[in-house]
Nanobody, 124 residues
Framework: QVQLVESGGGLVQAGGSLRLSCAAS????????MGWFRQGPGKEREFVAF????????YYADSVKGRFTISRDNAKNTVYLQMNSLKPEDTAVYYC?????????????????WGQGTQVTVSS
């Protein structure tokens, strides 16, 4: 099993950068693919980024492609989301999630484990 805790959210100005971290506990972190999702008030949870268990494969939503970078350090049991060139529409609670898969998965209901989320607010 995997337990996930997000951190690194905060308030930034448009055009700024923020790095989110997701710390995992448990002995099987490296066996899981990881995803980042986000959800604004009154909105559905949407996919942001995916990284395979090995870190060799990544996939991004079109809305963040070229601005966000997902990475992982299995030795540290941590996955990251580097967010650059932030826009007000990036404002949301950001969640990391884990699942056992060999495929790229962007659907939230396929993920098995979820963190509590960390708030990101981007001012204009």
């Amino acid at each position: 099993q995997v337990q996930l805790v997000e951190s690194g959210g905060g308030l930034v100005q448009a055009g700024g950068s923020l790095r989110l971290s997701c710390a995992a506990s448990g002995r099987t972190f490296s066996s899981y693919a990881m995803g980042w999702f986000r959800q604004g008030p009154g909105k559905e949870r949407e996919f942001v980024a995916f990284i395979s268990w090995s870190g060799r494969n990544t996939y991004y939503a079109d809305s963040v492609k070229g601005r966000f970078t997902i990475s992982r350090d299995n030795a540290k049991n941590t996955v990251y989301l580097q967010m650059n060139s932030l826009k007000p529409e990036d404002t949301a609670v950001y969640y990391c999630a884990a699942l056992a898969t060999l495929m790229v998965v962007t659907t939230a209901d396929k993920y098995d484990y979820w963190g509590q989320g960390t708030q990101v607010t981007v001012s204009s």
